[in-house]
């Protein structure tokens, strides 16, 4: 057994993610000896500046299982002479019992290969969201004896079935989560609800300096338009749809820029509403951008939009760290009285 601490990610680097990435940089700067675990490779095409300053060795684990059977194939003779392997077998099969799934499989053989490459190194086992990563975290701990613990966010708490949370809680260490909304919910699935601890992400002031300029502009200038700015995904959770609708029903008179940063599948959902709603001319789609054109963004908006919601999944934000950030910038924001939002607003 090593001194390092695994760290479990879905998917790294990402660029929504910006979290996990400035939390591991604190943990490094700390002196922790970290190494990464990822479940697949990243789909986005650019870093934050923040992912070149963090030196933690990554590992991939098989996405699927299919594609790299002969490493899975070795990692479950590795693990067969094991003693937590039959403890952990055990605990899949109940698992794969309540949810038939192919993903229930893959988790599984990703613990396989956690315990069999990366556990030799490791003392202890971090898992960011407690829905997928946790399950192969799980497993793998179970497999090489090592204690874990979870970071849980937003809709890994909120479409994980209550069983599966009661299970997790109960076998890891600790959790910590970044709303009370979050915090309440695990707490209730806890046997010992003192393991749940609710930790703010927060976000790096030296990155997101303040700023002593502030606009003037009232949306009265056609040459100057009021700059309005939305900073996330385009999914559901979002509800930037919302935002289009709202515009299309401000006054003529009324003169606005908005902007909307960040990638996601219905994106070009969100370009044809905006033509439909005859608003495409007063509309920016930037995509995602690295986090300096972000900042800058940012010190350039006057007003900051966000109607989160629930989505027809379960799925919903947490604490959105672009409002923290929009806020760091002395920008208003308007946003919807969702998870951990009024704890900000």
């Not at 695990?186 to 930790?199: C, E, M, R």
């Not at 502009?217 to 930037?240: C, E, F, M, N, Y």
């Amino acid at each position: 057994m090593g001194r390092t601490i695994g760290v479990v990610l879905k998917s790294y680097p990402r660029l929504s993610e910006t979290f996990i990435a400035q939390e591991i940089l604190e943990l490094q700067r700390a002196g922790f000896d970290l190494e990464l675990i990822s479940l697949r490779h990243p789909t986005d095409k650019a870093q934050h500046p923040i992912h070149r300053e963090i030196t933690a060795p990554v590992h991939y684990l098989p996405e699927y299982l299919h594609e790299e059977p002969l490493r899975v194939l070795s990692a479950l003779y590795a693990c067969l002479s094991k003693p937590g392997f039959a403890p952990a077998l055990s605990a899949f099969l109940r698992d794969l019992m309540r949810d038939f799934s192919r993903n229930r499989i893959r988790r599984f053989g990703q613990g396989l290969v956690i315990a069999a490459e990366n556990a030799p190194r490791l003392a202890f086992l971090y898992a960011h969201f407690i829905h997928t990563p946790a399950s192969a975290t799980r497993y793998g701990a179970i497999i090489a004896g090592l204690p874990w613990a979870v970071s849980a966010h937003a809709k890994d708490i909120w479409t994980t079935p209550a069983w599966d949370l009661r299970e997790k809680l109960h076998e890891c260490r600790w959790c910590v989560t970044c709303t009370r909304g979050g915090r309440d919910e695990l707490a209730s699935h806890a046997s010992n609800p003192d393991k749940v601890a609710l930790v703010y992400h927060g976000i790096d002031l030296a990155r997101f300096p303040a700023t002593s300029t502030h606009s003037v502009r009232d949306g009265s200038d056609p040459h100057d338009p009021l700059r309005l700015l939305t900073v996330g995904r385009a999914v559901a959770k979002k509800g930037i749809d919302t935002i289009l609708e709202a515009l299309a029903l401000l006054p003529q008179e009324l003169h606005w820029q908005w902007t909307h940063i960040g990638g996601g599948p219905l994106k070009a959902d969100l370009v044809e509403q905006a033509a439909r709603l005859a608003i495409a001319d007063r509309c920016r789609f930037l995509g995602a951008l690295p986090q300096a054109e972000v900042l800058e963004t940012y010190r350039d908006s006057d007003l900051f939009i966000l109607p989160c919601r629930v989505d027809e999944t379960g799925d919903r934000d947490g604490l959105p760290n672009v409002i923290v950030e929009a806020q760091s910038q002395a920008l208003a924001v308007i946003s919807t009285p969702i998870s951990g939002v009024p704890e900000l607003i």
